[in-house]
């Protein structure tokens, strides 16, 4: 297995009654906070009027960006960036999913930048090696934002959706309450749940690395925790103890812990960013729709026996089949869960999208290598017959 | 479930050829280091001559504390402490296993104290809120030290083993590279491998508290690891996947994230630091003794299940046995495992203890509150007891 470091400095406060920390930790920062949010859904359960109280026992002077988008769009990252450098923001409190955090690391960042263009930092044009702190207040089990060091913007300009990341983009504080999650709705449940699973295969379990084996066995259990505890929350919203533990695993899914030692390919996720960047799709259900394929063209003997023990391990999948038989039999339990069980639509054409832009696509989530490489080598031209297998 | 916070701020660099790192980290911190390390196993290892060549890459000014007992005393914390203050030390560098490392967290805090013996902070007579910065580079998986925010120290005056906390006292940056543990030998490997699963058993998974699902279940993988690979770094001593997963094991069975949201009841290590006060053994090896016969004391138609459940889920017993006749298979299991394989002796009398201190120290283990709760209750009587049954 490689070397690695791991080092990660988020503090977090997790559960029912956390909030009231947040005057405490805020002030920490300074006086003047940015906050910044998606579509109102803060105000239908609370939550904003929550926050403000807390900023005001804090004294804090409020800034506000409201409107983030579900695939947070440059443009409204620079309109945040703008603000922090105009008004001079000490701290950036998001309030909201993972788009909204990672919308907020990219106005982070920008706000330290000379330029007024986030998209030079995404592109790699420019390079900023500051960013101002960042809270979050998390409202959907998803994207891990609240724990890692990335995000990702959508360039509706240019079709393109592409990940900013630092080290320093980590929120220093971030405040998990599952409760917060209660008003998710069924489609977002299962949505987010695909995401956490994918992230745990695409940035660990499989790839061509050795891996450390208790970290291999815990992802598993990660992903069993998903599996049961996803269709629990689709069925009683209001159930604590599900809603924490999609909650948690979708922090650990992505905070750096399960992949120590192991470089992330992120092979569908490259795949899945073209769809949601062309098409504005929930990015867990473009990746539900995604992994099953991408599996089933990937399959040959090298690959079946770690897709047979993720079935064995995760999806109840007879330890006494073949290789072969093993992994298809996975592959089969994993669209059962994902379309049957969490009740997403399973090809794209469910979701209006048709073939016209899959060539594009297909190139362009091979760039800038030309290839996709890991756990399995795609060219553009797989990536297209992948594309194809989804419709 | 109850809320809770999760904080872990060590940098942990991981790996054959990460030591090279020390120097710019130390650097970060200051000057002046104080080395502080054991009975000269680092430098048979060549390892103190690695640490001495980054120092000097650092420029740092060198100061030495060898000879750090295996239950490190508190008259040689208090010799650490005095050497910081006449000579204004910076960092401390702890060299070593868990010993080494509790040791240093203890000096850190004291350098800070106006006074001079550390016993007034670790029996509560004094409150230290600061510490110097401690680097540690890692020689034993076991204690967990190396990325926890506690140590223990022994005074031998009173024969009392008391632990020190503090939120501060977690190491800035530790270094684990699985080489350094190449040459521990069979019984402090068994030793130590015992103790990383205790740390399990006794602050989370035998608990009366509600539990997290995902982390029983992380709990269980993280103790499959140590039964997978103790047995193999004792027969292969330079197997470089099994120490590795036995490092990493060691630091998550105790950093925090294995007991989100459980309090830390502890009621083995209670009763077994009575033993190391007293007899000065070595830690893990009295918790081999201690942990089965504690289970077998307070078997009952509650806690059966649990104790069942570890059986079934980590050393393969019949989950088809009824919850009593399940737990009784676990305890043998256990004990076959800490005895046969791991080669532990299994009664207090092969270690040259008898029963003339029980009473007292079965009193001292139940202070302050008179008895031990959590998992199960136990009286002085009931310590007594079980240390009878560990004769």
Redesign the interface.
């Known amino acids: ?18 909030l009231h920390h947040l005057s405490e930790e805020i002030s920490r920062f300074g006086k003047k906070v940015l906050l910044v949010y998606g579509g109102g859904s803060i105000k239908r359960i609370g939550l904003y009027d929550k926050v403000i109280d807390e900023l005001k026992k804090a004294d804090m002077i409020i800034y506000e960006l409201p409107g983030i988008e579900p695939n947070p769009h440059h443009t409204t990252v620079n309109k945040g960036a703008a603000i922090c450098k105009k008004e001079g923001i000490d701290v950036l409190l998001a309030v909201g999913g993972g788009s909204t955090i990672d919308a907020t690391k990219a106005i982070a960042a920008t706000a330290k930048y000379e330029g007024d263009d986030c998209w030079d930092i995404i592109s790699g044009k420019a390079f900023v090696p500051d960013n101002l702190p960042i809270i979050s207040v998390l409202t959907l089990s998803a994207t891990g934002s609240e724990m890692d060091i990335g995000g990702v913007i959508s360039n509706v300009e240019l079709n393109e959706k592409r990940p900013i990341f630092g080290p320093t983009l980590r929120p220093n504080v971030s405040f998990l309450d599952p409760t917060t999650t209660f008003s998710v709705s069924a489609y977002q449940t299962a949505s987010g749940s695909v995401d956490i699973m994918a992230h745990i295969f695409d940035v660990a379990y499989f790839s061509d690395q050795e891996e ?4 291999t ?2 992802q ?3 992903l ?2 998903v599996v ?2 996803a269709p629990v929350a689709i069925k009683t919203p209001n159930d604590y ?1 599900a809603r ?2 999609l909650m ?2 979708s922090s ?1 899914a992505l905070n750096g ?1 399960l992949f ?2 192991i470089s992330q390919d992120a092979i569908c996720h490259m795949i899945e960013h073209e769809l949601s960047a062309f098409y504005d799709i929930t990015h867990g259900h473009g990746l539900a729709i995604v992994i099953p394929k991408w599996l089933k063209y990937i399959l040959n003997e090298n690959t079946a026996s770690k897709i047979k023990r993720l079935g064995v391990n995760v999806f109840g999948v007879d330890p006494a089949l073949d290789s072969m038989d093993g992994a298809n039999a996975t592959i089969g339990a994993m669209e059962d869960f994902f379309f049957n069980t969490l009740g997403l639509k399973s090809r794209l054409s469910d979701l209006g999208i048709d073939d016209k832009n899959f060539a594009l696509m297909a190139k362009k989530s091979c760039a800038p290598k030309g290839k996709l490489t890991g756990f399995s080598t795609l060219t553009p031209a797989d990536v297209e017959n992948i594309f194809r297998l989804c419709l």
């Open positions: 297995m490689k070397d690695f470091v791991f080092s990660n400095t988020t503090k977090v406060y997790f559960g029912k009654n956390q450390m084996d208790m970290l066995r815990i598993e259990e990660v069993k925790t049961k505890y103890e924490a533990n948690w695993a650990w812990f120590s030692g």
